[in-house]
């Protein structure tokens, strides 16, 4: 059984970073995509950003490119998502998601197992 934990989110003023942390564990981590995802409140679940297996090619949502960044350890079976330059509008939830498949894939449908969430908020 695949679980995935966040952490590290936190209330932080506009402008400020956090690092969400997401520790993988019940399968061999390196092979597989990892995606991170938000839901604000009274919105639907949005794609943020993805790394892929093998290679770790990642991509991105417009709206949190070259702020953003996601990357993977694999020794540490973990994936990171670093948040530059925070703006109110990126308060939300945010999930952790795997897939079994090295591609990396914007549509949460194509995710398998999720984490239970961490509270991002940003104040103006």
């Known amino acids: 059984q695949v679980q995935l934990v966040e952490s590290g989110g936190g209330l932080v003023q506009a402008g400020g970073s956090l690092r969400l942390s997401c520790a993988a564990s019940?399968?061999?981590?390196?092979?597989?995509?990892m995606g991170w995802f938000r839901q604000a409140p009274g919105k639907e679940r949005e794609f943020v950003a993805a790394?892929?297996?093998?290679?770790?090619?990642?991509y991105y949502s417009d709206s949190v490119r070259d702020r953003f960044t996601i990357s993977r350890v694999n020794a540490k079976n973990t994936v990171y998502l670093q948040m530059n330059s925070l703006k109110p509008e990126d308060t939300a939830i945010y999930y952790c998601?795997?897939?079994?498949?090295?591609?990396?894939?914007?549509?949460?449908?194509?995710?398998?197992?999720w984490g239970q969430g961490t509270q991002v908020t940003v104040s103006s």
């Open positions: 019940g399968r061999t981590f390196r092979t597989y995509a």
């Open positions: 790394i892929s297996g093998g290679a770790g090619s990642t």
């Open positions: 998601a795997t897939r079994t498949s090295v591609g990396l894939t914007t549509n949460a449908n194509d995710y398998h197992y």
